[in-house]
């Protein structure tokens, strides 16, 4: 009789490259170098009898054998990482509550709480993005263990400085701006950090504006701009393509940088403390 067994680090490769579209970023993720990760592949390619991935010069596919595999070998990984952790990390485990700002959840954390995710499957993650006012006024009220918070740089320290980067004001193009009499604004809904920056600099800075457009979306905002109902404020690192940032001129005042912190509320689990250090080791090189 012909036993083939699955080989758990293959099918950890290939998901991960499956996840991240690429060899060199699996690679990466896994610290190992791209021929072992191509070696790999073949390897698993060998032992089912099938071609995976489907690879360009510029991009990496699954084949239709590679999108059949994909979610058999996800429960695969779950229930090894989940025995795993039954065994080695009884402790690890519970829920943790997390409130986020949606821009910052969207373009940075993604990543970041999924390896915390894959290292601990016993651990129930349990996020919501909201405005930062928002968010502090229900971690106050305990919905929250842990919280990231947009704050003035200048500002009385309150937890852990994360993040830090320009903010800049984006439009569907440079003459979306010149020549504006009164700014028209794409806004999130008060109470917002952002929407204050925005209006309190164009104040400062002696500007007519208005509100032309509120959206409690990130994407819903974007959009707006994108079709030209106004300019809004993003960090500059968060601007997407299809969106440019304006230079300050004589029609839009420099703004401040934006500032992320991480806030832990004072009875938190242990496993909660955890994944604000991974959180805090995972961001900072980048600040």
């Not at 006024?137 to 830090?164: S, T």
């Amino acid at each position: 009789m012909n036993v083939r067994n699955l080989d758990i680090d293959l099918l950890r490769t290939f998901v991960t490259i499956a996840d991240l579209g690429s060899f060199t970023a699996a690679g990466a993720r896994l610290g190992r170098t791209q021929s072992t990760i191509s070696l790999q592949v073949k390897r698993l390619e060998a032992l089912v009898s099938r071609i995976l991935f489907e690879r360009t010069a510029r991009s990496v596919l699954l084949t239709l054998d590679g999108q059949v595999l994909l979610g058999s070998a996800r429960k695969i990984l779950h229930m090894n990482d989940k025995v795993i952790a039954e065994l080695t990390e009884p402790d690890v485990r519970g829920r943790v509550r997390l409130g986020v700002p949606e821009d910052f959840a969207t373009a940075h954390l993604p990543d970041i709480l999924a390896l915390f995710t894959e290292a601990h499957p016993l651990v129930e993650l349990e996020v919501t993005c909201d405005l930062t006012l928002n968010l502090l006024d229900r971690f106050h009220a305990g919905a929250f263990d842990l919280v990231l918070v947009k704050r003035e740089p200048a500002a009385a320290p309150q937890g852990v400085r994360v993040w830090r980067e320009p903010l800049v004001w984006v439009a569907r193009n440079q003459e979306a701006v010149d020549g504006n009499e009164v700014i028209p604004l794409v806004v999130s809904p008060e109470p917002c950090v952002y929407r204050k920056r925005a209006t309190d600099a164009l104040d400062a800075g002696g500007r007519t504006w208005r509100i032309a457009y509120t959206s409690t979306s990130l994407a819903g905002a974007q959009a707006a701009v994108k079709a030209g109902l106004g300019i809004s404020v993003l960090p500059k690192k968060m601007v997407p393509s299809f969106l440019v940032p304006v230079a300050t001129t004589q029609w839009l005042p420099q703004l401040p940088d934006t500032e992320i912190a991480l806030i832990e509320g004072r009875s938190i689990s242990d496993t909660a403390h955890m994944l604000a250090q991974h959180i805090v080791q995972a961001l900072e090189p980048r600040t």
